[in-house]
């Protein structure tokens, strides 16, 4: 009996994101502590990449809840749509899923608009139709962003890949996948879950050594031996997985966004407020928490989620961005705009991404007391890939920084709630570039609004 099916037009919550142009921007401005309560949304770096791991199932239905209405969405469905997947947004935040073939092997992005998840469609379209032709991955720019960790798994795993100027042509050398033992050079997020992904849906048993293990990725273990894939990680981050035909369980359920809860930390406590941030967990905060703790930040811990209240002068401190379960990356971008109001000196050492701190010299052009320093060379005694690379990844930031007035870019993702939060430390800002705050930030400036900042959208 053929199946009914259950797209809809009706509702679409991405309409505000693509309304947003080169020209739309955010006019913020100083306003006082922030005050109340404020939702996380579903985390983007799990709920793209997990509908991705479903299509990989065999046919069903699959329910994901606790989606966020952000851009990044909206460019992975749009991905989703030219392969002729089956789905229904619904207002109730779920997104229904159709699991079944793919009607073509095209994973194009059809705008300038892209993403790094394009890569990930890779395992299920081969694994269903032996080919796929896919973007090369979009994203931030954050530093170089190679894919070769990807590539070479591709190739273990039994992938034919012809490389043109802005896709990849990928066969299967055989039927099927191979089993592959695969040792990552970097524990790599993007490459964890892809290799993951082909690994879960490949006949025998794989091997990904040093895998990453962010708890987005532990999310996505958890679904696929839930959905009955046999994963091993020991104790060395080796993933040992027994994969092979499966069907992804019925109901997913999307964790809250960490990088959004910790954001919200941080205004509350670079404006001197206290916010309650609903849903924001323990378990995926325990190095940041500690940062803001030794920094002398009020915070209390509930079942519910968490506050940050600001109850003295915070100190500077000296931060080094590593994989989970260190300082995340994604976190030093807004930790930085709290250190800019610290009484002295502090440093964030980055060091997965070697060109992140470009919002930092967009901020220097407001400040009127302070100073912001970005340099090439290591901290003393402190391991670092980029040692002996002219990278600028070590940022000084010598407080208290006085914001001024001016015309600001946002560079990327993260650097966009970075700039909003000193917006609405500042005498007036306008930021532009908002398009990419908006790919991963639900409602921001009606969240921020209701937290009581000047903030004011105009499209
Ligand atoms: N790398 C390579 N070769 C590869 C893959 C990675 O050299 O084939 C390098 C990268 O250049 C980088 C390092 O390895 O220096 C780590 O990159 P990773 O692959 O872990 O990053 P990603 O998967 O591209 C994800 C998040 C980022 C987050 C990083 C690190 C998504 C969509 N993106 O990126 O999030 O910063 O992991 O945790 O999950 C954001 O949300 O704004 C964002 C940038």
Request: overall charge positive; some cysteine; charged content about 25%.
């Amino acid at each position: 009996m053929r199946e009914k099916k259950i797209s809809n037009k009706i509702f679409d919550p991405f309409e505000n994101f693509r309304l947003i142009t080169e020209n739309s921007y955010i006019e913020a401005r100083y306003n006082g502590p922030l005050y109340g309560v404020v939702d996380v949304a579903g985390a983007k770096n799990m709920v793209t990449k997990i509908l991705i791991a479903a299509l990989s199932g065999e046919t069903g239905k699959v329910k994901i809840r606790n989606i966020p209405w952000i851009g990044e969405m909206d460019i992975t469905l749009s991905l989703c749509k030219r392969l002729g997947v089956d789905f229904k947004i619904n207002p109730d935040k779920t997104l229904e899923l159709k699991i079944d073939g793919f009607k073509n092997p095209e994973v194009r992005f059809d705008s300038y608009l892209g993403n790094r998840v394009s890569l990930l469609f890779a395992g299920p379209v081969l694994y269903k139709l032996g080919k796929a032709n896919i973007s090369k991955p979009k994203g931030c720019e954050i530093g170089e962003r190679k894919i070769d960790f990807h590539l070479a798994g591709f190739q273990a795993f039994g992938i034919k890949i012809k490389e043109y100027d802005d896709y990849l042509g990928l066969t299967l050398k055989h039927k099927e996948f191979k089993p592959a033992t695969i040792t990552l050079p970097f524990p790599s997020v993007g490459a964890t879950e892809n290799l993951l992904i082909i690994a879960s849906m490949t006949k025998g048993v794989s091997v990904i050594k040093n895998a990453a293990i962010e708890p987005e990725i532990l999310e996505m273990v958890k679904i696929l031996q839930k959905s009955g894939v046999s994963i091993k990680i020991d104790a060395n981050r080796n993933f040992i997985i027994k994969g092979g035909p499966h069907k992804i369980i019925d109901v997913i359920d999307i964790m809250p966004d960490r990088v959004e809860a910790f954001s919200w930390g941080i205004a509350a406590l670079s404006t001197k407020g206290d916010i309650f941030v609903k849903y924001a967990q323990q378990d995926h905060l325990l190095t940041p928490l500690s940062v803001l703790l030794d920094m002398g930040a009020g915070i209390e811990i509930y079942p519910d989620g968490i506050r940050f209240f600001y109850k003295k002068n915070l100190k500077p401190i000296k931060v080094t961005t590593q994989t989970y379960p260190g300082f995340p990356t994604d976190f030093q971008q807004p930790l930085s705009i709290l250190l800019s109001q610290c009484n002295g000196i502090s440093q964030i050492h980055e060091t997965i991404f070697e060109n992140r701190f470009r919002y930092l010299e967009r901020i220097k052009t407001i400040a009127t007391s302070g100073r912001i320093e970005i340099m090439n060379t290591c901290p003393k005694n402190e391991p670092c890939r980029f040692y002996g690379y002219n990278y600028p990844h070590v940022a000084k930031i010598n407080g208290p920084i006085c914001l001024g007035k001016g015309d600001l870019q946002i560079d990327d993702l993260r650097a966009g709630f970075a700039l909003l939060n000193a917006g609405i430390l500042s005498e007036g800002i306008k930021i532009y570039g908002i398009k990419l705050l908006y790919r991963g930030y639900e409602n921001i400036v009606e969240k921020m609004q209701s937290l009581g900042a000047d903030v004011k959208l105009v499209i």
